[in-house]
Structure formats: structure tokens, C-alpha cells
């Protein structure tokens, strides 16, 4: 889970602090005791802080200890001067948390602790709860992965492959912006490099993987023109060429332009970075490594973002159309759905199960396999970074995948691009909103309700916050 530091403080006269330190201490023992039961390292302060010294000193050890985030907690009334000391000697995002047991005034310790770090501009967040009350814990926990996947990003490295793809301005970002606002250095990478480390990859596993594919997907319907064993083949060198290139220079994450340079004289992407996103290929089980289309440097920083809060793999998709008398959007691309969505199972024989290799369609002259399915029903959290006036704003929305009875599915689908992979979702934003105001093409998703991670999220990278929702 999460690395959490817990500092307790006190009051600071001698006489007051030895009749309530027990009383601290029985306190933090049980939050302790309740954020270790919920899965988290917990890293204790090695005295209560009743002293100026000790302020400095009990912070810079649990700091040293590498946390996602810092509790202080306020059992009792305590010296502001001392949360000041203590949030200097520490960088983790700080949680101020208050007990609520009405014996001892730790509401007013932390409020008076708040209101200092207000005066200074010192970003934190508040809490209060009985220290077994499972929705602090939840709170606490959730600002800790915040600060997590926050922390993730630093040191990290994107590797672009390409420039920007179709004169598509949104796909681009200002590589010092990424370094001084996020700490990701931007390694770029020609494609022909690609195109020449294909050439070298290995045969027998190219070979296996086109045996694993055909054996295990839908359909792979090879159509002798745009479509061939061979062409297949040359998709699943590309990938294992960029596998290869992300080992040797420790990319963290990716993403690939292909058009129109490889999309007319290789092969589309699709298969490359529909098993980069996914959590296994032909050779088992593997970490997912996020790769966006079309080199979107901002989807891709969105799905790292996503993946790190949620755990799992992130959908990249267009936002084709929307089908106003349903009430719901056709979330598809040019080919590619990481193949994991199409039944969220962690057999791959399962999901591929309901995914067909196609014949790519005429945008593409060069051919290849697009990665075909429905995305399987679920709540899902959507959204991306954008930017306004060049800075950055996390839109934000609920939303529902739908699936439908083969012959409706067939129906949507044949409106847009039935080859491509399509997910229809119900977001809880009204249309005219969201057309009016999101700011890509390109839209982002994981299961579940992740949205009080990501405000989190956006809160410690000073990012606006855009959440829709109806009504």
C-alpha cells in the first residue's frame, strides 16, 4: 500500500505534557495499529513532540524514512510553533489529523496548527475521527497513494518516438514544464530506430507470438492484402523492439507517432501498443508499461497517473461520437485498446477470447492488425490533463461502460469504424459540457471510483480540478 509517517504532537509546557503524554501515546497507537490493519507501512515517530528540538529532530527521522505523506496527529491541545518546525524538517505532503475524543481539545490543537500553515502557504490537509474510524483511515490512505503516484513521476523518464503526429498541438508538451512541474525527463527517439531493431528481433519468438495470438483471439482475419501473417509478424517485431529499447534505456513510459510515417510505409502500432498496455503477452505474465498513441505526451502522463492510483491498465481512446438519443459515447481509436478491457479478467485467454485482429482500414496504407473488442461493462473513472492557457487542469468525471446484445453492439458500431475497438460509455457529465469544454481529443479510463485519489492527486501538483457531474 503506502509508506505513512505519524508524528504526534503536544503541548509544551513540562507539567502539562507529562499528565497527557499516555494519553497521546494510547491514541496513536490505535491509529497506528488501524492504518497498519488496513495494508499500510506505518513509520512512528521515535518521541512525542513537546519541545522545539524535538519538533525538528522527530520530523527529519520519519522524513529520512522516505514517506508518501506525514500525519500529524492532535490528540490534545498543542504548540502551533512546533507543526511549523516539524512541516519545515519534512517534504511529504502533510495530513493534519485530529482526535475526537472531547477529553482533550486535539480539534483545537489542529486548527490552530491549520491556521498556522495557511499563514505560510504550506499545502495540507485535514482530518479528524476517532483513530479506528475506518473513513479516517480511508482518508488518510488516500491522500498517502496520492502522494504516491505523485512521487512516481519524479526521476521518471518518457521515451517519444516520433514527433508530433498530424500537426495534433494537444499531443505535445513543453518538455521543461514536465521536468520542473513533474520531475519527468522527455527522451526522444527516431522511429526509424524502430523500424531497424524490427528487423533484428527474434524469430522464433515473432513466430510464437503469432501462433499465441491466433490460437487464443476471436478471429484473426487475414485477408491476403492488408492483412498477412507476415504484416501480423512485423507488429509483433515492432513490439518486441520497443520492449527491448525501453530495457536498455530505462523508459517508464511511452508513446509511439506511427502516423503518418510507419501507418503508410511499416505497419500500425496497434499490436505493439495493445500489449505494452496490457498486463501479460506470449511469454506470461509482465508489468504493464503505459504507451499512448500518436506520441500524446499528456495521455500518456495521464494514464502513468492513472495506472499508479489505480493499479491496473488504462484505456486511451478518441472520443468518436455521441449518440445523443441513447445518452452515450463511442469511445474508440484507430485500432488500439490495451486487450485486458475487453473482459478485465487476469486470464489472457479470457479477454482475448473476445477480441479480433482486423484488416486495417484505408487511413493506413501500410497495413496490419487493429486490436478489435467491446470494452467489457464496469464503473470507470475517466478523464485527463489538460491545458489552459498553458497550464495544467485535471478534468475529471464518472462514468459506465455498456454492453449491449451482439446485435445492438454490431449497430453502434457500424456507425463509426467496426474494425476499431469501441467502449460505450455513460459519463456523468452532460454532453454539452463536456463538448464544450474538454481539451483533447483523446480521453482516458480505469474501473472503478478513483476520483477521490485523484483530487488528492491534483491538489499536491497545484493542478486545477475540473470534476463534472450532473446536475
Known sequence: MARIGVVSISDGRDHVHARIADFIRSKQDS?????????????????????????????????????????????????????????DATRSPLVLVASTDPTEPGLVGMLAAGGALDQIGRRHTRAWGAPDDAELVEKIGVHAKASAAVRSLRGSTFGRFGGRPMGMNTAVANTDQ????????????????????ADKADAAETKKAREWIEQHAAGVHYDGKKLT???????????????????????????????????????????????????????????????????????????????????????????????????????CNSGQHATWYAARSDDPAENLAKVNFYPEVFFFPAGGASVQHIAAPGQMTLGRLTRENGEYRLQLMLGEFEAYDDETNQALVNQSTPEWPHAFARLDAPGELFLSKFGANHIHAVPGDHRAALRAVADQLDVRLDEWTRG
Open 31 to 87: 491509529l497506528v495499529r488501524s492504518l497498519q490493519a488496513a495494508g499500510h507501512d506505518v513509520v512512528v515517530g521515535d518521541d512525542l513532540v513537546a519541545t522545539n528540538a524535538l519538533a525538528t529532530s522527530v520530523a527529519r527521522k520519519v522524513a529520512a524514512a522516505d514517506v508518501d505523506v506525514t500525519v500529524f496527529y492532535y490528540a490534545v491541545w498543542a504548540f502551533p510553533h512546533f507543526t511549523m518546525l516539524a512541516a
Open 178 to 197: 514536465w521536468m520542473r512541474k513533474f520531475g519527468i525527463d522527455v527522451e526522444e527517439i527516431d522511429q526509424y530506430e524502430l523500424v531497424l531493431r
Open 229 to 331: 501473417p507476415e504484416l501480423l509478424e512485423r507488429q509483433i517485431r515492432s513490439y518486441q523492439a520497443i520492449r527491448d529499447i525501453i530495457a536498455e534505456r530505462n523508459l517508464d513510459f511511452s508513446g509511439i507517432k506511427a502516423q503518418p510515417e510507419l501507418t503508410e510505409n511499416f505497419a500500425t502500432m496497434d499490436v505493439t501498443e495493445a500489449f505494452l498496455n496490457d498486463p501479460y503477452d506470449w511469454n506470461g505474465p509482465k508489468e504493464t508499461h503505459v504507451c499512448a498513441t500518436e506520441a500524446d505526451m499528456d495521455g500518456a502522463l495521464t494514464m502513468q497517473l492513472f495506472k499508479a492510483v489505480a493499479g491496473t491498465p488504462v484505456l486511451f481512446a478518441d472520443v468518436r461520437h455521441y449518440h445523443a438519443d441513447r445518452d452515450i459515447w463511442d469511445l
